[in-house]
């Protein structure tokens, strides 16, 4: 991996999930962007038993942390368009059925230098709103990173 320096270095993290409550399961997914917006990695999960969109919601932003952590990133931004979540890690009270998720997502993100949680309207998340909805209706898509690599860069602006 390229190591970045100064401005270059903050990595952008956008978290999504979506629910299929008919088959009572969710998916949870990150696109992370370096500084020219070109994808630089991803997570993409199936929850099952779990149709709750506010806990998927912030077990995606959990994921993202995770990913960054993985992957070394130190200055990061996470960006998603679940007001209730964004606003309990930046310090609001959280509904009770996602307390210990936001306290752990606390928790992972206070080793890290540089965190922001920003919350971006539904077309500013488009990208993983349709990485989402791809990973609930094909099964085999989280088995296989040739078409993940190849639907994630197409969801990418040219």
Known sequence: MTQLTGLNSRIKLNFD???DSRRHKGAVVVIARDHLG??????CKVIPAMSN????ESL?????????????????IIEGDC?????????EN???EIQNIIH????LSSSLSDVSFSFVQRQGNRAVHSLA??????ASFTCNPFFQILFVSSLMPS
């Open 38 to 43: 070109k994808p630089c990695g991803w997570a």
């Open 60 to 76: 995606a932003c959990r994921e993202a942390i995770l990913l960054a952590r993985a992957r070394g990133w130190d200055h990061i």
């Open 83 to 91: 007001q209730v979540v964004i606003r309990a890690l930046q310090g």
């Open 133 to 138: 909805s791809k990973v609930l209706q094909d």
């Open 53 to 56: 969109a506010l806990t998927l």
């Open 94 to 96: 959280s509904p009770i």
């Open 104 to 107: 752990d997502i606390s928790t």
């Open 17 to 19: 999930a979506a629910v």
